[in-house]
């Protein structure tokens, strides 16, 4: 058990730190906002050209070959950037997905682009009744001659705008289980309706009506696609994690430097003991934000197991409740400033609050370790 | 970064779990686990067993008795004690005031109380806080006045935990009373049996005889039983505290707490149905172990980051803080499991020397009774307050 990072992953914070830095001012994030594609293509190049987009994808194909460790150190340093690539369902899920359950084909055909940052990925996993519960759905494949026909609609497909790919779940017509296919969003029957999400990345719905799909553009056994699915929300859940600790991290600062500057009754309003133990309360949850953040880095490749499971739901949890109390502190400490567009605190807020839309929020998580929760087989003699 | 143990760190935790399977004596786990309360001799019975072993003094430094464990290896120790039902040592002694006569005492100091502490010859107690001062310890006012080769003690000390069974106290008192606050206050060991000592008993509100009042009048102690320097008593007083607020947080207690936890609302049932498969309550368990890990997490963190066991004041303030919150709120849904089954106030069954038949089931008595007892928790050692203005101060700079 350690906790130290070794020189090569100390070198990959740096470098994404000091990229995020220098290019990613609160004030270039809003023109990036508002710009016609609602991110920077310039920014993912750089990424690509010093390989942070390879990190997650394995050597063969290309990749750095990172594991959940690494993935963690890009996240929260996109985190404390507000960064609005959609590096969490391209590089981590979608890429997660093609490994673990595309062919030898499939995966030499669409991993190397991506890692080299020329292809973009992202799932359509969520439909209206679905909430992150990804065999909750009802967009189905049709089979039809060389390949299936899929119809229904899919929500807030994050990236969706800009994936070269998307990978879309569906029922199968003739079976059980749900599936995943590869879906070119320029195909004759999708369309999408792109918007801002209210923390700021780009998301579409996507309408797909009779869509053709080519029999290779099954991804893995026909109804089998569940077991991935979760196991790869699990990397997901271990990756966000780390991008809520570094928006936490930089509300949390923002935060306190407010408290040593602003003057009301005379003195820095820090200097009020009801706000220093609420930023006392919020540095201890931040605190256990971090571990549970680490224990997923470090269990989320590991094989899949009750174990693993029950670690991923809580560090969400943990990481859900601690990002929407910080929000709401910070927001609250800062008084009205804290409400405004014009300064950076807000974006977080709302960052830190959404991210727990996806992947599950803490009551989804709760339910999770819930129903995993472990009971001693055997009670003791005298309780028995 | 991994935090999965490795392979031996594994064949340790065996090691230890054998040793507690062959040596911890049955009637003394079987309190522990029902929440009885233990007697004298049943601590120094296990402190002796461990002593034996080598494993009493964990946290000191090799050479003088210590193990030289790693910051995990203690971790799965305490843990592994916890889950055997093994007694929480009592601190005074071997945890707290052994480091700071490691720290700060004579080499005569050193060999003679490390070996008696070691051997549970003596059992130590602590005074630091009186009436008037609490949380601002500082403002203590008994007082030492300096009288050929002794020091004169006068003065109160208060809420000192098993004082009734120690035969030795370690005290902080004013050495120089025109000194700032902090600056004139001396640590000071004193032998219990000393004339002008008295103890007297206070029951908290489980009905429990485990803290009292300690009386000094014109107790004479000899100048050499000073640790440190005079008028520097506050510098061993804070190194004390972090070690105190370090073993705090409890996490193989409350791990063992959590284990029982579950047994009782396996076992308690309403309408047939186990309290455990009651969603809601449910719920409100795994809500528990989930923190609980979450607090793990952060204390091998911020353990692994010191050596010696004791860690810096601000990060032993978090683990005070959230370590004790989780230990209450684990007694508080004990208590909860039993619904109106917790109300009869069953003391005698809460004696080490019970031996009758319960009125209801034989962990019946203790959780109300343990929900209550732990409040102290969040009060000692430094309120949680307390830690909240040292996390602001030390930390946030505020």
């Known amino acids: 058990m350690n906790f130290e990072l070794n020189e090569e992953q100390q070198m990959l914070a740096d470098t994404v730190e000091r990229l995020v830095r220098n290019t990613y001012s609160f004030e270039q994030r809003e023109v990036f906002y508002q710009s016609s594609r609602g ?7 750089q990424l690509s050209e010093l390989g942070i987009t390879s990190v997650p994808i394995a050597a063969e194909y290309e990749g750095f070959g990172g594991t959940g460790v690494e993935n963690m150190l890009v996240m929260k340093e996109l985190g404390r950037g507000l960064c609005l690539e959609p590096y969490l369902h391209s590089q981590i899920y979608a890429v997660g997905l093609v490994e673990q359950l595309g062919s030898a084909e499939q995966r030499q055909s669409i991993l190397p682009a991506v890692a080299a940052g ?54 199968m017509s003739d079976g059980e289980g749900v599936s995943l296919f590869l879906l070119d969003p320029a195909a004759e029957g999708v369309s999408r309706t792109s918007y801002p999400c209210i923390d700021g990345p780009r998301a579409c719905d996507l309408a797909l009506a009779d869509v053709y799909v ?41 935060t306190l430097d407010y408290l040593k500057t602003r003057q009301q009754f005379g003195s820095p309003i820090g200097r009020f003991q009801a706000l220093q133990h609420r930023m006392a309360e919020m540095r201890g949850e931040l605190e256990l934000a971090r571990s549970m953040t680490i224990l997923a880095a470090c269990v989320a490749d590991d094989p899949d197991s009750e174990s693993r499971s029950r670690r991923l739901a809580a560090a969400k949890f943990t990481v859900a409740r601690a990002s929407q109390l910080i929000a709401e502190q910070s927001v609250q400490l800062h008084g009205g400033i804290g409400m405004t567009w014009e300064y950076s605190l807000a974006h977080h807020a709302k960052r830190l609050v959404m991210l727990t839309h ?25 309780v028995a | 970064m991994d935090i999965h143990f490795t392979p031996e760190e594994l064949t ?23 929440g009885r309360r233990l007697a004298k001799e049943d601590h120094q019975r296990w402190q002796r067993i461990l002593n034996q072993k080598g494993w009493y003094a964990v946290n000191w430094p090799e ?58 010859e003596d059992w130590w107690c602590q005074g630091y806080s009186e009436p008037g001062a609490g949380s601002d310890l500082a403002s203590l006012k008994t007082r030492a006045e300096r009288d050929g080769d002794h020091y004169l003690v006068n003065g109160q000390k208060t809420w000192t935990t098993l004082g009734q069974h120690a035969n030795r106290i370690f005290c902080l008192v004013r050495t120089d009373p025109s000194a700032k606050k902090q600056e004139g206050i001396s640590f000071l060991l004193i032998d219990m049996d000393t004339p002008g000592i008295t103890v007297r008993p206070i029951i908290t509100l489980d009905g429990e005889h485990e803290v009292n009042e300690v009386f ?68 409100r368990i795994a809500e528990l172990e989930m923190r609980l890990m979450a607090v793990e997490m952060s204390t091998l963190r911020i353990l692994a980051a010191t050596r010696d066991g004791g860690v810096p004041g601000a990060e032993s303030s978090l683990l005070k803080i959230q370590g004790s919150e989780i230990r209450q709120a684990i007694t508080d849904l004990m208590r909860k499991a039993l619904g109106p089954n917790a109300l009869p ?54």
């Open chain 2, 216 to 283: 000094f009048d014109n107790v004479r102690v000899p100048v050499e039983n000073l640790v440190g320097e005079e008028n520097k008593g506050w510098t061993c007083a804070k190194y004390l505290l972090t070690h105190e607020r370090t073993g705090q947080a409890g996490i193989g207690q409350s791990k063992a707490a959590l284990a029982h936890l579950k047994q009782i609302a396996r076992a308690e049932t309403v309408a047939g149905q186990p309290r455990i498969d009651d969603p809601l309550f449910r719920a």
């Open chain 1, 118 to 171: 020329e292809r973009l990925l992202t799932v359509a996993d969520e439909e209206a009744g679905s909430h992150y519960h990804p065999e909750a759905i009802e967009c189905q494949a049709v089979p039809c001659e060389r390949g299936w026909r899929l119809s229904g609609r899919k929500r807030v497909v994050i990236g969706g705008e800009l994936a070269h790919t998307i990978l879309v779940t569906a029922r």
């Open chain 1, 214 to 254: 080519e029999a290779d553009s099954l991804l893995g056994p026909a109804g089998k696609a569940a077991p991935a699915l979760a196991y790869q929300r699990g990397r997901a859940v271990a990756a966000q994690c780390a991008e809520a600790v570094g928006s936490m991290e930089e509300a949390f600062r923002l």
């Open chain 1, 358 to 382: 996806q992947f599950g929020d803490d009551d989804f998580h709760l339910g999770q370790y819930s129903a995993l929760l472990e009971i001693p087989r055997q009670a003791s003699q005298q």
């Open chain 1, 39 to 45: 991110y920077s293509p310039e920014f993912w190049r």
């Open chain 2, 345 to 398: 106030f069953l003391e005698p069954e809460l004696e080490p020397d019970f031996h009758g038949e319960p009125l209801y089931q034989d962990y019946g008595a203790s959780p109300a009774s343990q929900y209550f007892n732990l409040r102290k928790l969040s009060i000692y050692g430094g309120s949680n307050e307390i830690q909240k203005n040292i996390i602001a101060k030390l930390v946030l700079e505020l």
């Open chain 2, 12 to 34: 340790f935790r065996s090691e230890v779990r054998a040793f507690l399977e062959q040596n911890l004596p049955t009637d003394i786990a079987e309190k522990v686990r029902l």
């Open chain 2, 63 to 120: 050479e003088y008795g210590g193990t030289g464990w790693s910051v995990v290896q203690k971790h799965i120790f305490d843990e592994e004690c916890a889950a055997a039902g093994a007694p929480r040592l009592v601190a005074f002694g071997v945890n707290m005031v052994a480091p700071v006569i490691i720290k700060f005492g004579t080499q005569a100091q050193k060999d003679f109380y490390l070996p008696r502490i070691l051997r549970s």
